[in-house]
């Protein structure tokens, strides 16, 4: 009877631990391109560039994309007792991708468990949503268990390029 409970309880360890350890990470793609998007590999990150979004630049790096960090195509200025008037950014990007990630602690090995994480694709002259992806939990380098959440990702978004 000792001898059960043992292995029993050893083997609820074992499943807890496991639990523990997290799933890879899954990616889901909720809106996808009609056309493919042309120019240039250069797109205007919106948003704060925290380490998620380093880790999905680098992942979209290994594809030849540049980044340039993302101005509103019309900025409101006013001076001092004169009417607002529209000055044009350009900053080249035809695109934009905003990246929001939730709540998410890191891993031993440098990687994410991610609660939530949604990347979008805008064109930045119609403002058309052109790509959604969402993704949850173990990146990469996330030991035992990485998933490839980043790289799925920049692939998606590189997949969508005219070739």
């Known amino acids: 009877m000792q001898k059960e409970m043992t292995r029993a309880l050893s083997l609820v ?24 998007l042309t120019g240039p590999k250069v797109v205007a ?11 999905l630049e680098d992942a979209l790096a290994e594809h030849g994309f540049t980044f340039k960090h993302y ?24 695109y934009a991708i905003e990246i929001t990630p939730d709540i998410f602690d890191r891993c031993v090995g440098g990687g994410f468990q991610l609660t939530s994480l949604r990347v979008s694709v805008v064109d930045r002259t119609s403002n058309e ?35």
């Open 13 to 36: 360890l074992i499943a807890l631990a496991g639990a523990a350890c997290g799933l890879p990470g899954k990616t889901t793609f909720e809106v996808t391109p009609q056309s493919a």
């Open 45 to 55: 990150i919106m948003g704060t560039r925290t380490e998620v979004v380093i880790a």
């Open 71 to 94: 101005q509103n195509h019309e900025r409101i200025t006013a001076p001092v007792g004169q009417a607002k008037v529209g000055e044009s950014l350009e900053d080249n990007t035809k």
């Open 129 to 163: 949503l052109l790509l959604r992806s969402t993704a949850k939990g173990r990146t990469e380098k996330c030991p035992p268990t990485s998933g490839s959440i980043f790289h799925d990702i920049a692939n998606s978004i590189n997949a969508a390029w005219q070739k």
